[in-house]
């Protein structure tokens, strides 16, 4: 019911969840016959549907290794989420964790549904792995070996100051982000980008998660999970987890703010590295998560809701994003539109206003200066469109019409 009222709502939102519909059927329908790469590929729709999605438009060979590259990453991610692994145990898999994607009998039990099952099986990834090429290999080896000894490192220590942060971060996903670089240059599509940048684009999807995630991170069992620097929320509350509570909403949602206007300091880097990328495929890849990631932060901006449950852009919106970021116009033009969207909830009584309205202004600029922000249709923000009540029962019949179709395929 959620989802028809959101369409009710946003009628316009139809069109792109029906196309997001039949490609994620597409990509069921793209499962390879070999055991092996079956399950690295039905493991990736389990623990990622909208990477999967996005994933599948790239070409077979550089897909295959980015596919493996992610599955062992999230294995190892796992192995670090799990807070009832013991520190003596953890940290030793976490350092020789690039040395078992070689080992087609490793596996090792840890993990909670979709990502036990990850793990139980790894012997599926391992063997996969071994069918790459060799560059792709040497890629995701080192990078793995990188997150897996930054990992470790954080284990034993706290994310203190916004130094840490970044650092933290760039262990768990700039990695991600320079080991994507590599595969893109291995497959001969794209030249080798900056560390720097490429640090960036990892750096802006993690800050991005990480505020989204705070309930979820802070509640976790046995032990709750801490990523927001000290130096930063130690200015409002004398406890990381005060933030969650009711009496503490003023200073919570200022705190949140400030986070928020820390990840803002990646996107003009972020504009940068997808401006210079040729391969269409590659661009989609890397720029829809952007996207998500800017639209999420416009969501998250000055709201209590990020301490009381979920934050996110609602699914309709999600699959325009997907459906219509298909050049660096659109992506100039979604992230002038979030940023508009984030400005307008800028209170000039925040204690960080003028810092976040510098950083907003520096991107809009960006945008502006691209000279492309005419040539392209808005649909991020725009008027509530005048739907007559007639049209919209017109939508529903269409909408259940397909939605019947689609379980008439799948049965």
Same mark, same amino acid.
């Given at each position: ?35 092996? *790469? ?48 013991p520190t003596d145990v953890k940290v030793p898999i976490l ?10 009998? *490793? ?63 760039h262990y768990v996903a700039g990695l991600v982000g320079l ?48 990523? *927001?620097?000290?130096?930063? *929320? ?178």
């Amino acid at each position: 019911m959620g989802t028809l009222r959101a369409i009710l709502k946003n009628p316009d939102d139809l069109y792109p969840l029906i196309k997001l519909k039949l490609a994620s059927r597409h990509a069921e329908k793209q499962i390879p016959p070999e055991p092996h *790469w079956g399950f690295c590929y039905l493991m990736l729709q389990k623990v990622s549907r909208s990477f999967a999605l996005v994933i599948q438009q790239l070409p077979v060979e550089l897909r295959d290794a980015v596919c493996i590259f992610y599955l062992v990453l999230r294995a190892l991610d796992t192995v670090e989420d799990d807070t009832s692994i013991p520190t003596d145990v953890k940290v030793p898999i976490l350092i020789s964790f690039h040395q078992h994607v070689y080992d087609r009998e *490793w596996h090792f039990a840890c993990g909670t549904k979709e990502y036990k099952v990850l793990m139980d099986q790894f012997h599926h990834v391992s063997t996969a792995f071994l069918e790459l090429g060799k560059l792709y290999q040497q890629a995701i080896e080192d990078i793995t070996m990188r997150m897996g000894a930054g990992m470790a490192k954080f284990i034993c220590k706290e994310v203190e100051t916004t130094d840490d942060y970044d650092e933290y971060c760039h262990y768990v996903a700039g990695l991600v982000g320079l080991g994507l670089s590599k595969l893109f240059h291995a497959s001969g599509t794209e030249d080798l980008a900056s560390d720097s940048l490429s640090n960036s684009m990892g750096l802006f999807l993690q800050k991005t998660n990480i505020i989204r995630d705070y309930l979820e991170d802070i509640n976790e069992v046995p032990k709750c999970r801490m990523f *927001w620097p000290r130096e930063i *929320w130690s200015k409002y509350v004398n406890k990381l987890e005060d933030l969650k509570y009711e009496e503490n909403s003023v200073k919570a949602v200022q705190c949140l703010n400030e986070m928020v206007t820390n990840a803002l300091s990646h996107v003009e880097d972020c504009l940068t590295y997808m401006f210079n990328l040729r391969d269409p495929a590659i661009f989609r890849f890397c720029a829809i998560p952007q996207v998500m990631a800017i639209g999420t932060l416009a969501m998250c901006y000055d709201n209590i809701e990020v301490f009381r449950g979920v934050v996110k852009m609602r699914r309709g919106l999600t699959a325009k994003v997907i459906d219509r970021t298909k050049t660096m116009a659109d992506v100039y033009g979604a992230f002038f539109d979030f940023s508009c969207m984030l400005k307008s909830k800028v209170n000039n009584n925040d204690p960080n206003a003028t810092k976040t309205l510098k950083r907003l202004d520096a991107i809009l600029k960006t945008c502006r200066d691209s000279e492309t922000l005419n040539k392209r249709k808005s649909y991020i923000i725009r008027s509530e469109p005048n739907y007559s009540p007639v049209l919209i029962v017109v939508i529903f019949i269409i909408l259940a019409i397909i939605l019947a179709q689609l379980s008439g395929n799948r049965s």
